[in-house]
């Protein structure tokens, strides 16, 4: 086979191949291996690889490849013979590779070099990770509605079975065996919607929509529960019309979490306000919502957007929730080319921030 060939093959392989000699210089990368490494092939070929390059920031990661027992977590899978299979952990950026080394043989049965194969399996872990704790919130956010629901029939059999019903007790039980249906629906269609954006399965149904319009629909389906929160929702659609191409069951979505919190998590005669108008600087859209209520301690705001994050401080007002819910919204508005950012401080409120592209004419 001729070199290039060969080059073309290795440079096509989705798994990081390299190649170094018995004095750990390197010969050969392929792309992969560069992307795995967060280097460029000026920065590895012809470079001896000793241990004390774990200092170098570059050749981190490169280093920890070459001598896995510097990585800071490894272990060993095949050790006896050859191929040796270990699997290391790598932190900033965190990894989880598995390397395969084998040698290079020439015809005196001489090893001239080693080849060590990388697979990346970060992505793979952190989604058998995620379902794992998928399970645990799930059996943890359901238990309690789920038992509640139960105490609720129960009751509800017994009124029934009596000689005289209380029906106004029986329509008490009803509400409330209604209300904790729609609570366990709203966490299980988080949990399915977050499974969808960690499997790469969350698609996009896209079309021309006036965002002023859109939004307004929003606002007006969500003034019942700003009556029964005893918020304010006032709505600025500005003079200029925004024609954006969106998803418009997901946005509703996303847009719904973001006033839901800002409802739930208000002070009794609170305010949500929400402004739309042109993002400076830019063509895009801006949809801004600000609320006045307990806000985001400082030291909290980093992890927002996490899965399963809850503030401490809204934990106490409101002890069940996903914690999906804004996770959920930043993939849906990056996922349509929006971004979303929060400025807060914690007691003077919260301010969503939406840019979305404009469709241009």
């Not at 392989?13 to 190649?19: C, E, N, P």
């Not at 021309?208 to 629909?217: Q, S």
Request: zero cysteines; a negative charge.
């Amino acid at each position: 086979m001729k070199d290039y060939e060969l080059e073309t093959i290795m440079g096509n392989i989705r798994d990081g191949v390299i190649v170094y000699d018995t004095n750990f210089i390197i010969l050969s990368m392929n792309n992969a291996a560069l992307k795995i490494a967060g280097i460029s092939a000026e920065e590895a070929l012809g470079k001896a690889i000793e241990p004390s390059l774990i200092n170098n920031p570059r050749l981190r990661t490169l280093t920890q490849i070459i001598f896995p027992s510097l990585a800071p977590s490894m272990a060993t899978i095949l050790a006896n013979g050859w191929p040796q299979i270990i699997d290391i952990t790598l932190e900033e950026p965190r990894a989880e590779l598995r390397t395969v080394l084998n040698r290079v043989i020439n015809d005196k049965n001489e090893v001239v070099a080693f080849m060590k194969l990388v697979t990346d399996m970060t992505r793979e872990k952190g989604v058998l990770e995620s379902k794992s704790e998928f399970i645990s919130v799930a059996a943890h956010q359901l238990r309690t509605p789920l038992t509640a629901i139960n105490w609720s029939f129960e009751s509800l059999n017994k009124i029934l079975g009596s000689e005289k019903p209380d029906m106004a007790e029986i329509a008490n039980l009803a509400k409330e065996g209604w209300q904790l249906t729609e609570r366990s629906l709203k966490i299980v269609n988080d949990l399915l919607n977050a499974a969808r954006i960690e499997e790469g399965r969350f698609g996009f149904n896209f079309e021309e929509t006036d965002l002023a319009e859109f939004v307004g629909k929003i606002m007006k389906e969500s003034e019942l529960a700003a009556k029964e929160y005893g918020i304010k929702i006032v709505f600025s659609p500005g003079s200029r019309t925004f024609r954006v191409r969106i998803d418009k069951e997901l946005m509703g979505i996303a847009l719904a979490n973001i006033l839901d919190n800002a409802m739930k998590y208000n002070v009794k005669n609170g305010e949500v306000d929400i402004l739309l108008e042109n993002e400076p600087g830019s063509d895009s859209a801006k949809l801004t919502i600000k609320d006045t209520g307990v806000g985001i301690p400082e030291e909290e705001m980093k992890k927002l957007f996490q899965k399963f994050y809850r503030g401490t401080n809204v934990v106490q007002m409101e002890p069940n929730g996903s914690g999906l819910g804004l996770y959920i919204t930043k993939n849906i508005i990056e996922g349509q080319g929006g971004k979303i950012s929060v400025i807060s401080q914690s007691g003077r409120g919260t301010t969503f921030f939406v840019i979305l592209p404009v469709i241009k004419t």
